[in-house]
């Protein structure tokens, strides 16, 4: 094989683990639940 095509192949294969690793990445904080703000009652005390 040339190398340009060996090049080709590990960038693709590089490539697929980043967008698999993203996709698994995403799943897992999507499964955290539903994301709340957080709280800012204190700002008022702490500022006032």
Do not use: N
């Not at 683990?17 to 700002?43: H, I, K, N, S, T």
Request: proline letters at 4%; zero cysteines; aromatic letters at 6%.
């Amino acid at each position: 094989m040339d190398r340009s095509k060996v090049v080709a192949i590990l960038t693709g294969a590089v490539s697929l683990l980043l967008a698999v690793g993203y996709l698994l990445l995403v799943q897992l904080l999507d499964f955290r639940g539903e994301m709340l703000p957080a709280p800012v009652g204190w700002l008022g005390a702490v500022l006032g």
